[in-house]
């Protein structure tokens, strides 16, 4: 307890020491900068031409010349001029100041840390909406994965752990497969337990049929399910909360568009259907009475119109 107190301490105190400052950030830039347009290795010290213990009236006189050699109306068309001149002010005054050329000194001889905080890098890589969101998403879809790694993992050690506890439990230490079907328990583990007439029962007992090489699972209802390493499911991408949820949309506007498509094609037969029965009753003369015979020849001629008509003689 006390060794872990310890080092709690420390790593506080550490994490304290290297909370780098704002100066140290923009020093930071600097060297990643002038690396970048100079040259790996390259120094302010180097840059300038001066020794690493240069007093400041050495630093200040090359720095002048240098600032001749780079000015932009000097190097006119000069593609990154104006970024490097303005690189060379900035160096200047770190130089000039007593704290920054103290700080910058530490650096110099420690080299420039690898990692430098995640305030540094949250600052200058900024991520946007869509970054973050991507993140998390590949970050929590990874994460599920792992998680359905494990469980798999431990699923078929559980398998293995039971059909071969199952297996020496019906064939014996020796592990010679037996004939026939052998019923057993086996111990699922856990604490003691009673059973239903009071003893005392080492952990949870289940019942289980071996069957020359199979291993099954007998349930009360005294239904047998086969034990084997295919119940474990196996981890996959596609069932990341984010795919699923792809698939769970694209499932839902399929089922839709599908009952859009099929309600139409009803409708339609329905319109047809009636246009039919429209079309066959037009013409259709239907007697008032049921004893009324059927008209046939003049006397049907006569009836059209709804109105009687006497029949004319020729």
């Known amino acids: 307890m006390r060794f872990i107190l310890v080092c709690t301490v420390l790593a506080v105190l550490l994490t304290a020491v290297s909370a780098w400052t704002k100066e140290d950030h923009e020093i930071f830039d600097l060297v990643s900068e002038l690396e970048t347009s100079e040259g790996k290795g390259t120094s302010f010290y180097s840059w300038l031409d001066v020794p690493f213990a240069a007093p400041l009236a050495e630093i200040n006189k090359a720095y002048r010349k240098k600032s001749i050699q780079l000015h932009p109306d000097k190097n006119p068309g000069v593609k990154g001029v104006h970024e490097r001149f303005a690189r060379l002010g900035l160096i200047m005054n770190i130089l000039r100041s007593t704290e920054g050329r103290s700080r910058y000194d530490f650096f110099y001889k420690n080299g420039v840390p690898k990692w430098r905080g995640t305030g540094y890098y949250y600052s200058r890589f900024r991520p946007g909406l869509g970054t973050v969101l991507v993140f998390l998403t590949v970050l929590t879809s990874g994460l599920q994965y792992l998680v359905q790694r494990t469980n798999y993992q431990r699923d078929l050690s559980r398998v293995r752990r039971t059909v071969s506890d199952a297996r020496a439990a019906a064939w014996g230490p020796k592990m010679v497969p037996l004939e026939g079907r052998r019923k057993v328990k086996i111990n699922l583990g856990g604490g003691p337990r009673a059973d239903e007439d009071g003893r ?66 009803i409708d339609g037969g329905e319109g047809s259907e009636s246009d039919d029965g429209k079309g066959s009753e037009i013409g259709v003369v239907t007697p008032r009475g049921e004893n009324n015979p059927p008209l046939s020849g003049k006397q049907a001629a006569v009836k059209a119109g709804g109105r009687r008509r006497k029949a004319v003689r020729k």
Do not use: C, Q
């Not at 949870?204 to 239904?223: N, R």
């Not at 119940?231 to 699923?244: C, K, Q, V």
């Not at 839709?256 to 099929?262: F, I, P, T």
């Open 200 to 265: 005392v029962v080492p952990g949870k007992m289940i019942d289980m049929v071996v069957e020359g090489s199979d291993v099954y699972l007998l349930d009360p209802s005294g239904e047998l399910h086969l034990l084997n390493e295919g119940i474990a499911i196996p981890p996959a991408l596609g069932r990341t909360w984010f795919i699923a949820l792809l698939r769970a949309t694209f499932r839902v506007f399929k089922d839709g568009k599908e009952r859009s498509s099929g309600a139409e094609r």
